[in-house]
């Protein structure tokens, strides 16, 4: 009998993707190619949810500062996917891998059919060894780039946690700059601890959410919480690691002590 796949979600954000210029860092972007495209073929579908299109844009087209016009990020958006997917498509080709482009609105993960249909997308891809690469559609949807009333995805963690649920996944990697959940900020506080495992999602853990992070980026610690939440009611262990040592998530695949893991209720269960 064919032993099942086991599946994952990989989200990195964008100060693991880009220079604090804005550039790409193409030999951070090599280095989680490599180590993706070895897990896949080592038996794990993989998925791959990818920030960096407004910073990427923003550099491509040569403008001082990142836009503030919601139209004029968009643009940026529109033209850093394309670069972005264009480097994505060269990496993994080198380790013998093929990709795929989904883009993302809040309406594709709210209406039913929709999302039906998409869970039916991932699956075929996964089915035919490709790996899906995802990020959320800025050049239509201004859930992230811009505060709004209805907001369904508005972060990539978010984003990330949504797509581990629709696809049934066991395990949801977030590669950040921090290595990750500590009791106090680890930037201002030398003597932070970091915690290990998290079973349940208490008042006092919610308190450990700092602010946002850097300006490449819109996501922080509230927002890998709350992408947490969302995975953990939907049977996937969640894991915060930090971005610049990708080769980690061999051990993480492998159940090791690396950054701080948040079990599902289903694998507390089990345990």
Not at 36 to 47: P, R, T
Request: charged letters at 20%; one cysteine or more.
């Amino acid at each position: 009998m064919k032993e099942a796949k086991q599946r994952i979600v990989v989200k990195v954000g964008t100060s693991t993707l880009t220079h604090s210029s804005g550039s790409l860092d193409l030999r951070s972007m090599e280095r989680l190619v490599r180590v993706l495209s070895d897990l896949s073929g080592g038996g794990w579908e993989v998925i791959l949810v990818t920030s960096g299109a407004i910073a990427v844009g923003t550099a491509k087209m040569g403008l001082a500062e990142r836009p503030r016009e919601l139209r004029m990020k968009q643009a940026a958006a529109a033209v850093g996917q394309c670069r972005m997917m264009h480097i994505y498509d060269k990496l993994f080709s080198e380790y013998n891998c093929s990709v795929a482009q989904i883009l993302l609105t809040g309406d594709d993960v709210e209406d039913p059919e929709r999302a039906a249909h998409l869970q039916s997308t991932f699956s075929a891809l996964l089915e035919l060894g490709v790996i899906p690469v995802v990020n959320e559609n800025d050049s239509v949807s201004s859930a992230e780039i811009e505060t709004g009333s209805h907001k369904v995805l508005g972060d990539n963690d978010t984003l990330s946690a949504i797509v581990a649920s629709l696809c049934g996944a066991e395990l949801l990697v977030l590669l950040s700059d921090i290595d990750g959940l500590f009791d106090a900020d680890p930037h201002t506080h030398p003597n932070a601890k970091r915690l290990h495992q998290v079973t349940a999602l208490t008042p006092e853990i919610m308190e450990m959410a700092g602010g946002a992070g850097t300006w490449r980026g819109t996501g922080g610690m509230a927002t890998k919480l709350s992408a947490a939440r969302i995975a953990m009611d939907a049977g996937c262990d969640m894991v915060i690691t930090n971005g610049q040592r990708p080769e980690d998530l061999y051990g993480i695949c492998e159940g090791q002590d690396i950054g701080t893991r948040f079990l599902s209720q289903a694998r507390i269960c089990f345990s």
